[in-house]
């Protein structure tokens, strides 16, 4: 994809992606509200951490509604907003791995044992399926309009895929066997894919690869 091509806002493409960009809202608004709420109740800080990593989809999915829906408006792609967007989307990759990071730290540290939480086994498992859906649509819609911001997004559904994976492995790793690690660790490794990706966003060199289609 062309770093100086201008994103196609008049096709279909750009109407999938509006599209997608609500979907995304409202079912992180819903999963984000079940997943603190069941967090608290069994203590469970990765399921917590699950549920704030949906208010970041949300935050991240509205700057992709309203920057699409101002240039299908408008008629006119602006590079120096959309460079602004990806700055933004950056920044909550960077604050996704923070937080991954500090609490697993936390977690490794002081070794506190969440109650079994059969809601969050559930809504995560729901995840896995959902979102490498939404992340793969968002892309293909993004890569046929040519648009940096939109595939950006794509990324970072694609990271919330796999914390939905890690989170439902932690969870049901606990309820199974007792295992508290496996959380926290597969959260490092959700930090480093979101440093990376954030990086990327930041530069405005975010690519997404094909073999996963």
């Known amino acids: 994809m062309s770093a100086q091509a201008l994103p196609d806002v008049t096709g279909p ?40 990593d949906s208010g970041i989809e949300v935050a991240a999915a509205a700057v992709v509604l309203t920057r699409l829906i101002a240039e299908i408006r408008g008629g006119e792609p602006d590079p120096v907003k959309e460079r602004r967007a990806l700055k933004f989307m950056a920044v909550t990759f960077f604050a ?3 937080y991954v990071t500090v609490e697993g730290v936390r977690d490794l540290v002081v070794g506190e044992e969440p109650d079994t939480s059969v809601v969050g086994i559930v809504l995560t498992g729901v995840s896995i399926i959902i979102m490498p ?28 895929a796999w914390l939905s994976v890690s989170t439902f492995v932690g969870l049901l790793a606990y309820a199974l066997v007792g295992w508290t690690w496996l959380d926290p660790i597969a959260g490092f490794v959700v930090a480093a894919f979101a440093v990376m990706e954030g990086k990327e966003a930041w530069e405005g060199e975010i690519v997404e690869n094909d073999d996963d289609d």
């Open 13 to 52: 493409a750009a109407c999938r992606a509006v599209r997608y960009a609500w979907f995304t809202i409202g079912y992180n608004l819903v999963e984000g509200v079940i997943a603190v709420a069941a967090g608290l109740a069994a203590s469970a800080i990765s399921l917590i951490g699950f549920g704030i």
């Open 133 to 160: 859906w939404l992340a793969r649509a968002k892309r293909r819609a993004g890569q046929q309009m040519n648009s940096r911001l939109v595939i950006a997004d794509a990324a970072e559904t694609k990271l919330c």
């Open 96 to 98: 996704l791995a923070a």
